[in-house]
């Protein structure tokens, strides 16, 4: 291939007035970071760290210009690398793409060799990207509720955000599984398509939104994914059940938690954070499988594909915490 022919990526650039913009451009592969293995990008997935690096925000974005994209799936192009061949089909999730380095929001990306999971055979590259970092990020939330021991016949479980990416696909595997969910949401119109993932009942944020002093609030759910942090995550805390747990995978509600440790030391609720981004190798691929195979979702209600041009739109949209479900990004114009 030639390195130096251009290909569409979605850049976020500072103008020479200092103002960041993010739009349509063109890259070449001699551009790219150092890696092993450069992958033909089939299509990636947006999700809410993606929106933050489109604003440039300095927690995530390191240098402009940046490509964002924290994951893809596609097909190997190039490699060094003995363990994976041109054509093989691949993903690549965290770690430091769309972050540290160029991600996939591009016709091509270059990654080191450790960072690719091969794509399992029971999934297409849209399959995989429905998930995405957001379906991989919820496996996690479910491997740790049942590695606690929490069991479906223990009591309802809670999800919050659960119109979002994590939330919409925590609802969908813990209702497969069995479980009986609560989605959180302030939503009302999104109900049905809520119901239909598998929600057995709807509440508004203000049901888990405690803004008392109380240590301690009445025993509620067995369980919790939480996907928003801030007071939510402590309301959630203080109204676990005894020996239940809380998963913690977002912070759009606050970064700071209020509260004493009497859930923990009273209750034996156990909070476990989920770090999705660098997720060790085996337990990595565990989730893939997981999700290939018995676990595996048909979410094809709850996800819509856009183009390249058209993301700087849907990145507002969730921004404004108008989206639901999952969007596809195919490297195209």
Same mark, same amino acid.
């Given at each position: 291939?030639?390195?130096?022919? #251009? &290909?569409?990526?979605?850049?976020?650039?500072?103008?020479?007035?200092?103002?960041?913009?993010?739009?349509?451009?063109? !890259?070449?592969?001699?551009?790219?970071?150092?890696?092993?293995?450069?992958?033909?990008?089939?299509?990636?997935?947006?999700?809410?760290?993606?929106?933050?690096?489109?604003?440039?925000?300095?927690?995530?974005?390191?240098?402009?210009?940046?490509?964002?994209?924290?994951?893809?799936?596609?097909?190997?192009?190039?490699?060094?690398?003995?363990?994976?061949? #041109?054509?093989?089909?691949?993903?690549?999730?965290?770690?430091?793409?769309?972050?540290?380095?160029?991600?996939?929001?591009?016709?091509?990306?270059?990654?080191?060799?450790?960072?690719?999971?091969?794509?399992?055979?029971?999934?297409?590259?849209?399959?995989?990207?429905?998930?995405?970092?957001?379906? &991989?990020?919820? !496996?996690?939330?479910?491997?740790?509720?049942?590695?606690?021991?929490?069991?479906?016949?223990?009591?309802?479980?809670?999800?919050?955000?659960?119109?979002?990416?994590?939330?919409?696909? !925590?609802?969908?595997?813990?209702?497969?599984?069995?479980?009986?969910?609560?989605?959180?949401?302030?939503?009302?119109?999104?109900?049905?398509?809520?119901?239909?993932?598998?929600?057995?009942?709807?509440? #508004?944020?203000?049901?888990?939104?405690?803004?008392?002093?109380?240590?301690?609030?009445?025993?509620?759910?067995?369980?919790?994914?939480?996907?928003?942090?801030?007071?939510?995550? !402590?309301?959630?805390?203080?109204?676990?059940?005894?020996?239940?747990?809380?998963?913690?995978?977002?912070?759009?509600?606050?970064?700071?938690?209020?509260?004493?440790?009497?859930?923990?030391?009273?209750?034996?609720?156990?909070?476990?954070?989920?770090?999705?981004?660098?997720?060790?190798?085996?337990?990595?691929?565990?989730?893939?499988?997981?999700?290939?195979?018995?676990?595996?979702?048909?979410?094809?209600?709850?996800?819509?594909?856009?183009?390249?041009?058209?993301?700087?739109?849907?990145?507002?949209?969730?921004?404004?915490?108008?989206?639901?479900?999952?969007?596809?990004?195919?490297?195209?114009?």
């Amino acid at each position: 291939m030639d390195h130096a022919e #251009p &290909f569409p990526c979605l850049m976020v650039r500072r103008s020479a007035a200092g103002e960041t913009a993010c739009g349509v451009a063109e !890259a070449t592969i001699d551009q790219l970071p150092p890696g092993e293995v450069i992958i033909e990008v089939a299509c990636s997935s947006l999700n809410y760290k993606d929106a933050l690096a489109c604003r440039a925000h300095p927690g995530i974005v390191r240098q402009l210009p940046h490509v964002p994209g924290i994951d893809c799936a596609g097909r190997v192009a190039e490699s060094t690398s003995a363990e994976f061949l #041109p054509s093989d089909p691949v993903l690549v999730t965290g770690y430091g793409l769309g972050a540290d380095q160029w991600g996939g929001y591009a016709r091509y990306v270059r990654v080191p060799a450790e960072w690719i999971v091969r794509l399992p055979p029971e999934l297409t590259p849209e399959e995989a990207m429905t998930y995405g970092t957001a379906g &991989f990020t919820a !496996a996690q939330c479910l491997m740790a509720i049942e590695k606690h021991g929490i069991a479906p016949d223990r009591g309802e479980v809670v999800v919050t955000g659960a119109t979002g990416g994590v939330g919409s696909i !925590a609802v969908a595997l813990l209702a497969k599984l069995g479980y009986r969910v609560v989605a959180v949401t302030g939503k009302p119109d999104a109900a049905h398509a809520l119901q239909q993932l598998g929600a057995q009942r709807i509440i #508004p944020r203000s049901d888990v939104d405690d803004s008392s002093n109380r240590p301690l609030l009445s025993a509620r759910w067995a369980a919790a994914v939480d996907t928003v942090g801030g007071n939510i995550l !402590a309301t959630l805390l203080r109204s676990t059940m005894h020996r239940g747990c809380v998963t913690a995978c977002g912070l759009v509600a606050g970064e700071q938690l209020a509260l004493t440790v009497h859930p923990f030391l009273l209750r034996g609720v156990a909070l476990f954070g989920i770090d999705s981004a660098k997720c060790p190798r085996d337990q990595r691929l565990e989730v893939w499988r997981r999700l290939a195979n018995p676990w595996k979702l048909d979410l094809a209600a709850i996800r819509r594909e856009i183009t390249l041009a058209e993301l700087p739109a849907a990145v507002e949209t969730m921004l404004a915490g108008k989206s639901f479900g999952r969007v596809i990004v195919r490297p195209t114009v």
